[in-house]
């Protein structure tokens, strides 16, 4: 049983909050909820002191006196934060430091983590004051879930709509874990490489770093230390992970070969540039002096690197991403690069691969194979770390 503060701020979705605080208290948790006084217009305390068995604490209650001080007393005694449906303007607010309500305050004074089930409208969410109020948010590592897509209470199609319960109660579990992770730390690198020609002209590839971006949040959540080495993407980087921005193949090479010795886990999932011109111009060449054919030359492979020179008990976990059969792709890595697991997958199938949030997973080990998904890329991030945590007698 652990001690949840349930926020609830105003928005249409305030409804949905009743059923989320009856499932957290059917998992026994103790559940105080707090109502913004906007929240109140929508739903009543007494509709959630009636399914978590204790008081649900309004606005003014900040100002009740007494022996001890509300927003500290639930700050300290919580274990953890969920604000659902969490409104454009507590965001704000709450991104700023503003103290100006009981939650406001009790979210300054808490040290437990805190999950955020944004619910507006599309033009609100996409906002970039709420984008921006967002990744304040996170770079304080704090979590917030998407918002999910579909019918709005103004009758539009878009996103906005408030997470799952199912999706906040999973969110909760990880929250509440035990860290197994703790003082481990994780690399991984993600994105793409950029093997630039001349300074406007580059060979890449379509990876958007998703997927290792979805890693470094898991290691994250497992209580892992984790460095991220992310090669160019519009994609943000996750906070509460260090981040070591690259370009090149070289670049992200030196990068992983400077944190290998500190490193007790690597997890390989950036798309890595095979080759690169070899020759690079410092100037941009005019188009009808370019060559028809470039001269291109092996970029150094970082995780066969990875493998000749891993320390004894470092893990290393690949992945394949293949067009054939990536089950014996990813096999043929595992040996060749003396790892622990590779994760392959196959680009084309739906659903999978660059760019898109989910994937379809074969995970090789030396022991035997597996399929993972289809699931989120988060999901397979989880997977991922439990096989380390196994790996690690966790
Ligand atoms: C009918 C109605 C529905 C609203 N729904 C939302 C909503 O879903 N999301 C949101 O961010 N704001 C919504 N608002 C605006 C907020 O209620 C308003 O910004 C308020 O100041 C939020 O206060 P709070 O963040 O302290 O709860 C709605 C307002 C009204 C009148």
Redesign the pocket.
Known sequence: MSRIVLGV?????AYKAVDLASRLRQQDHAVDVVL????E?FVTPLSFSAVTGRPAYRDEDLWQGGESILHVELAHAAELVVIA?A????IA?AAHGLAD?LLGSLLLSTRCPIIWAP???SA?WQHPATRENVGRLQAVGQRVLPPGEGHL?SGRQGIGRMPQPDEILVAVEEALRTPLLSHVRVLVTAGPTREYIDPVRFLSNPSTGRMGIAVAEAARSWGAAVTLVLGPTEVPAPGGVQVVGVTSSAEMFQAVEAELEHTDVLVATAAVADLRPARQFDHKVKKDELPNALELERTDDILAYAGAHRRPGQILVGFAAETDDPEVEARRKLQQKNCDLVVGNDVRQEGAGFGVNTNVCTFVTAHGAWQVGPASKREIGEEIMAFVAQRLGR
């Open positions: 701020t105003g928005g249409i979705a913004t006084r906007a929240a217009a449906p409104t454009a303007d507590f607010r309500s619910a507006m409208e609100m209470a």
